[in-house]
């Protein structure tokens, strides 16, 4: 086990390296670079940018740029934000803890409701009830975050509702008692995490269903069924179990998206995490900024799958042996 | 003996305690500035709205209005401008004088003004400031505003409330652009000696350490939700009473990540006023009068949209260049956009046309009476025929030696406004003949193009706008690196480019505003008769707010914040 786990950590090394290089080069194939609006404006001279360039390490050429960050970033120096002058650790703190504040609570809403949803949807297959839950999962599937998002916030203020419209925290909230801010700050998670959490049902509920109906079909299930175990102890004993390598993989790509998740939702919803940080720093073309993030969301993919692989390799033998 | 010279030392330093005490407590404002209100509420919080974060706390590195909407609540310069008139008027400095032969300005700032951290702002201060625009290690946007003919500005402290710079000729705009932010050289002169001031005042400052003259300071900060301001109780403004303003306790700017948010936020009551999307006001304004706020016309917006055709031989390509050099063929061109459409159709019915390369919104140095292109597609045909140009029978335009017109028009993707001109103004050119190749693209590629490249046939682009003329010193002299028709000119194509050139040289020659509007007036009426540019039209800026608020009067030019001290709740 521990020999699997080393290999698997070796391995993230070049994968890392590989996706830090291509998105750096993606990043400079883009046309521009952080100055070019100033270049449009009519009170600053061409030497004034010029200077601003030089400061940035602009005027260098792309190797030598990729190559000073990775150094740096072998010191655990992500480098500083053009826009904002400041660490890009310092950046990515600020706003992390709050974009895995809404990934788990909405992570926590769409499995809480898929699993037995889908459970029902796989034992139930072809009844009137699947297919029920089929078009309302296709049709959530369908309709994009953002625009749910923006009638919710509609229908807080057509109606009246006793919710904020974005944010996090209310103003002067932080000199109040510790569970009135937590009540505040929950109050402020419902839109968006109710927004990404039934985005999340849809897609997982479709997995789950289909996963153990495969389980469902194997022989051995027949076998249980005809040695005339209860039907309940078939599912959750024997159905359930088999099928949960599908959940395992489904949920280390989730810990892997977990800080990258839901800029658009985040924009709409005004909540301070990541994705409109990372967003606004790829349209201005904030480079560190960016590797920061895409750095550490490839750390987190990568770990997400090792964790899942690791939980697969304990639930199923047969993966430790492959 | 020791023991008296126990009780000397003793002495001075009680004695030295006290006169630390009373010098700390006494800085009081000798010179306020009455503003014409009275009455006022004290107390409140106002509640507003941004679209971004602000960038840093270090105004010297701003270089986006997300920050320094925020820092100009804040820190204050020598002189700024009146939000109405758009005059220069007095801030920090309460007079000035002009030496005779107008190239010395000494200025004498208001004794008693205080730091947020009760220190009192004096001359040193100011050289301090003015030392750091030069710092060539510091890229600041102010040095280009106060550097003549390639020559800085030398300064120097006359006593500690008068500061005299000269000028290495007259310049006009130097009262404008000399208004830069002071900032307080105890707190930062050691970082910037240690070559640190850069680093200095960034967002991950506690904001309470961020310290100016201004009505507000930042008190709270939380990244990606809000910007809380608290009164400054010492500022030097004062109402008719001699009571101290601003009157609202405390500001609160919530970020929101788009103008959507902003105006449900509004309709919701979390915020008290707004700025809104054109397209917005006619909805808003049938709501106004239930939910108790009101709208207001603001004027005419600073800042330009224009089609611009590409004049340069190096890059643009025979037969287009004859075409694009062509004045005829450019009045055609005018003569073929339909302003109104695009007022009607891009702002709602909430715009002006433009035909002057002055905005109206400038009120003193706009020209009305310019040579106009009303659209008339007729009359561009006409012209069009009389500079040799022929409509063939397949419908398509030839120029006098037989080719087919046919260019290619772009503009930044996302901007619907100017995707919505260039959709009409190449179905009118179609009408004539001319087939246009429109296409929206990144803007960093339209910028790569008209700063790097040059290579481009026509472009619908804009441009922020001032109140002083020669702020357009990058754009309209031949030389200069936006003049977008033909940029980096050794020495002016045309004549009408080099009368332009001394126009905007001489134009800044005086102080006196009258004897530069003669210039800028014969420049307006160039360009108008050129049309380098087409220009388009200028939207309005518009504002939404609660009844409660009072004697608040927003205009396009200072917005709301230009009086915020001057205004009151009554909820």
Sequence with gaps: MWRFIGRRLIQMIPMLLGISLLSFLIMYAAPGSFVSSLKLRPDLSPETIARIEAQFGLDQPVLVQYLRWLWNLLRLDLGQSFTYQVPVTYLIGSRALNTLLLAVSSAAISWLLAFPLGVYAAVRAHTGYDRTLTFVSLLGLSIPNFFLAMLLLFAVVRWRLPLPVGGMTSPGAASWGFWEQVVDVLRHLLIPAVVLGTAGVASLTRYLRSGLLDVLRQEYITTARAKGLPERAVIWRHGLRNALNVMITLFGFELGGLLSGAALTEIITSWPGLGRLILEAVQSQDYYLVMGSVTIGGVMLVTGNLVADILLAWADPRVRLA | ?????????????????????????????????????????????????????????????????????????????????????????????????????????????????????????????????????????????????????????????????????????????????????????????????????????????????????????????????????????????????????????????????????????????????????????????????????????????????????????????????????????????????????????????????????????????????????????????????????????????????????????????????????????????????????????????????????????????????????????NVWPSSGGLHMWYPFQERPATDWEARIDYLFEEGTKYLDPNERKRYYDEFQDIVAEQVPLIYTVNPEAWFAIYDYVQNARPTAYGGLFYQIGEIWLER
């Design chain 2, 1 to 473: 003996m020791r023991w008296s010279v126990a009780r000397v030392a003793l002495a001075v330093v009680v004695l030295a305690g006290l006169w630390v005490g009373t010098a700390a407590a006494g800085v009081t404002t000798l010179d306020p500035e009455v503003r014409p209100v009275s009455g006022g509420k004290y107390g409140g919080v106002f509640r507003y709205s941004v679209l971004g974060d602000p960038k840093t706390f270090n105004y010297f590195l701003a270089k986006e209005t997300s920050s320094t909407d925020i820092l100009d609540r804040v820190f204050e310069g020598l002189t700024t401008a009146d939000g109405v008139t758009t005059e220069v008027i007095p801030s920090l400095a309460k007079s000035w004088e002009i030496s005779p032969d107008n190239r010395v300005i000494t200025f004498h700032l208001r004794r008693g003004v205080q730091w947020h951290d009760g220190r009192e702002l004096t001359a040193d201060d100011v050289i301090f400031s003015f030392d750091l625009v030069y710092d060539p290690n510091i890229p600041n946007n102010f040095v280009d505003g106060l550097t003549i003919d390639g020559q800085p500005l030398t300064y120097e402290k006359v006593d500690d409330y008068t500061v005299r710079f000269t000028l290495p000729r007259v310049y006009a705009p130097i009262l404008r652009s000399i208004g830069i932010p002071i900032v307080p050289k105890h707190l930062l002169y050691d970082a910037w000696r240690e070559g640190r001031f850069n680093q200095m005042w960034g967002i991950d400052t506690d904001p309470r350490q961020i310290v100016g003259t201004g009505p507000y300071r930042i008190v709270e900060y939380r990244p990606g939700e809000r910007i809380v301001f608290e009164r400054n109780p010492n500022w030097w403004q004062v109402d008719q009473d001699g009571n101290p303003l601003p009157y609202i306790q405390r500001l609160e700017a919530s970020i929101a990540g788009n103008q959507d948010v902003q105006v449900l936020k509004f309709l919701n009551n979390e915020i008290d006023y707004l700025a809104p999307n054109l397209a917005r006001v006619a909805d808003l304004e049938l709501q106004a009068d239930q939910k108790g706020f009101r709208l207001i016309n603001g004027g005419p917006a600073f800042g330009t949209n224009f089609i611009v055709f590409n004049q340069n031989p190096n890059t643009v390509p025979q037969p287009k260049l004859s075409w694009f050099t062509d004045k005829a063929f450019r009045q055609a061109m005018a003569h073929a956009l339909d302003k109104e459409s695009i007022i009607d159709l891009a702002y709602g019915g909430l715009a002006q046309p433009q035909w002057s390369p002055i905005e109206a919104a400038n009120v003193f140095f706009h020209k009305p009476d310019v040579k106009q292109y009303p659209y008339d597609l007729q009359r561009a045909q006409a012209i069009l025929a009389e500079a040799g140009y022929r409509k063939g029978s397949d419908g398509r335009l030839r120029d006098p030696q037989g080719n087919v017109v046919e260019f290619e028009l772009l503009t930044n993707a996302g901007n619907r406004a100017r995707e919505t001109i260039g959709t009409l103004f190449k179905a009118d050119l179609e009408r004539l003949g001319i087939r246009v190749n429109f296409q929206p693209v990144d803007f960093n590629l339209l910028v790569r193009k008209l700063s790097e490249t040059f290579d481009w046939d026509a472009i619908i682009i804009g441009l922020t706008g001032g109140v002083e003329p020669a702020s357009g010193n």
